[in-house]
């Protein structure tokens, strides 16, 4: 135990020093909210991915390979070729452009300014400010129990403590420190997964032969995995059944093109002061997702044939049913002690790293974005108006971590991706990109796809709408379409992901309205466009 | 291929590989390219755009 108290302190000295350093350097709104333009390629990279990947990416997902298996690596090819080279080269290089052009400061700030909408602008910062509390409070609760479990620290003090920490340095040191820790965090968290599969593979014989291994025990699948459509871990699922749709629609879709639209990301193109940045970023960035994701994924599934290997059960039977403790199991049980305290701190960091941008970016959209510009309530200095900003949002992300229960908070995480990505994503794509979008165009397609979204995550699938309960309370049933005839398309809406339905509409509403309003004027879109 | 029973899910196993390779080149090669958007442009840029509704 002291051991572990010694490290944990001496990785706090060292993110307090970068966050110290941050605030040092911050003197003005843009340092504040877009590091002052002018970040280094890796840290930007390694913030971009040490945000994109949280806890739960590792924890969560890595216990859901060890559940479906190899199906997942999709997900972790659209991490890095959607994820990482097309959010940096497609999207990325014209958001910098089009950020200076416009002056813009935050995401929802570029969106409002490139359709001159104070409306866009302040909506968008309000669906940030009320949704992310919840998805960070998911990463709270997570971490908060893991140092309940690794260091014996009671719940609520953990809750109270990390809050503090975080507090410390995203309120003084805004952007620059959120970024040079996450640099920080994301190289422990590299060092560590390299080790976790290096380890994994070695202990199995090999790449090829822990394959073959994983194939071999698909007769030991659980049943109900099986009445479910998986065919084995290495085998996949059967097409158009409900794991299947899980697993493609809302896992590798879901996620994989949801990242695209995630504020907290998408500010950090902001952040570089030319193109180089993001193409080096590209290497860096391609590199670490592949050792986070893929190492998750690959030795999530094979912690199956150590699992049986030492103790005849498979993953999920090993972690005594709890998809969430097949990884902490897999490093405790199976990995040397010396790596679970260091992985236990990587955790930390991937937990860290995550919530310091959340808490960030949910400060910048209520303070910049709600209240300074969609309220027009100037006056104030920007600094210290998204200083509140920040605190109010770690305030309210502390409440929800304090009252919700983890069964609820578990499903944030979609339901943040799902609503970013209807709301914001054809709106940034198309502002990019075509000079035709209108104005209205864009409210109809913000407005429409949050709508959609949000309808059918309380109402239609049936992970979020059972936890929420609204569905049941009005309707007397978990999900709209479970009354449907079994294995009908409509019964099949409740496991298919909110963004195969709200997504296209979001994208219909927007070319459509817009093929029919007024365009914006010429000068505006040659301003827009001046530098792309 | 490579052990695993699927064709497909090799091919996600070989595609995420291929696809942190691809990253490497691409930022390999594109190192010092900067894009057409420089900094002296930066230090030009002070107008800010009026917002209508």
New interface residues.
């Given amino acids: 135990m002291a051991v572990k108290i010694i490290l944990a302190l001496a990785y706090l000295v060292v993110v307090f020093w970068l966050g110290y350093k941050g605030w040092r350097e911050t003197r003005e709104a843009s340092d504040y909210m877009l590091a002052g333009r002018k970040m280094n390629p890796f840290v930007m990279a390694m913030s971009y991915g040490a945000t994109f990947i949280s806890t739960s990416a590792i924890i969560g997902f890595g216990g859901a390979a060890a559940l479906f298996g190899f199906p997942l690596l999709w997900l972790t090819f659209l991490n890095i070729f959607v994820g990482i080279f097309i959010a940096m080269v497609f999207f990325g290089k014209r958001t910098r452009r089009m950020g200076v052009s416009l002056d813009a400061h935050t995401f929802p700030e570029l969106l409002g300014r490139r359709y001159q909408s104070r409306f866009v602008q302040g909506f968008a910062g309000l669906v940030i400010f009320l949704f992310i509390p919840v998805y960070a409070a998911a990463v709270l609760i997570g971490i908060s129990r893991m140092l309940e479990v690794g260091l014996g620290i009671d719940y609520t003090t953990a809750l109270l403590l990390f809050t503090a920490i975080l507090a410390v340095y995203v309120i003084t040191g805004g952007l620059k420190a959120v970024m040079y820790t996450d640099a920080f965090q994301g190289s422990l968290m590299f060092v560590m997964m390299v080790i976790l599969v290096v380890f994994t593979y070695a202990k199995l014989g090999g790449i090829t032969e822990a394959h073959q291994a994983l194939t071999d025990l698909a007769p030991h699948m659980p049943a109900k995995l099986k009445a479910g459509g998986l065919m084995g871990w290495t085998q996949g699922a059967r097409f158009g059944t409900p794991l299947w749709l899980v697993i493609y629609t809302t896992i590798v879709y879901g996620v994989g093109i949801g990242v695209l639209a995630q504020p907290q990301l998408a500010v950090r193109f902001m952040t570089v002061k030319s193109d180089r940045e993001l193409n080096r970023g590209v290497l860096f960035g391609g590199i670490f997702i592949i050792a986070m994701t893929g190492v998750a994924f690959v030795v999530g599934a094979l912690s199956n044939v150590i699992f049986f290997r030492q103790t005849g059960k498979v993953a999920i039977a090993a972690a005594g049913g709890n998809m969430d403790k097949i990884i902490p199991t897999y490093v405790t049980d199976i990995m040397p002690d010396w790596f679970g305290i260091l992985f236990l701190l990587a955790m930390f960091a991937a937990a860290m790293s995550t919530l310091s941008s959340q808490y960030h970016v949910g400060g910048t959209s209520l303070g910049r974005d709600l209240y300074e510009k969609g309220l027009d309530a100037s006056g104030g200095n920007t600094v210290t108006i998204t200083r509140v900003g920040v605190a109010v949002t770690i305030l309210v992300t502390l409440i929800w971590g304090l009252v919700l229960p983890g069964s609820v908070i578990a499903r944030a995480t979609a339901f943040f991706f799902g609503l970013c990505a209807a709301a914001f994503l054809p709106m940034y794509l198309l502002g990019l990109y075509w000079k035709g979008m209108t104005r209205a165009g864009a409210i109809a397609s913000l407005v429409g796809g949050f709508c959609t979204s949000f309808f059918y995550l309380l109402f239609v699938h049936t992970k979020e709408s059972a936890a929420i309960g609204l569905c049941k309370a009005i309707f007397g049933v978990d999900s709209l379409a479970m009354n449907a005839a079994k294995g009908s398309w409509v019964w099949l809406l409740q496991y298919t992901d909110p963004n195969i339905i709200a997504l296209p509409v979001s994208f219909i509403l927007a070319v459509v309205v817009s093929l029919f309003t007024p365009k914006l004027e010429e000068a505006h879109i040659q301003r827009c466009w001046r530098h792309l | 291929m490579?052990?695993?029973?699927?064709t497909?899910?090799a091919w996600?196993?070989i595609?995420?590989?291929l696809?942190?390779?691809?990253?490497?080149i691409?930022?390999?090669v594109?190192?010092?390219?900067?894009?057409?958007?420089?900094?002296e442009?930066?230090a030009l840029?002070?107008?800010?755009?009026?917002?209508?509704?």
Avoid: H, M, R
Avoid at chain 2, 2 to 6: E, M, N, Q, V
Avoid at chain 2, 30 to 39: I, L, Q, R, S, V
Avoid at chain 2, 45 to 53: S, T
């Fill in positions: 490579l052990g695993i029973a699927s497909e899910l996600a196993y595609l995420s590989i696809a942190a390779i691809f990253c490497v691409y930022g390999a594109k190192w010092n390219d900067a894009g057409p958007y420089t900094e442009l930066q840029d002070e107008w800010a755009p009026e917002q209508k509704d």
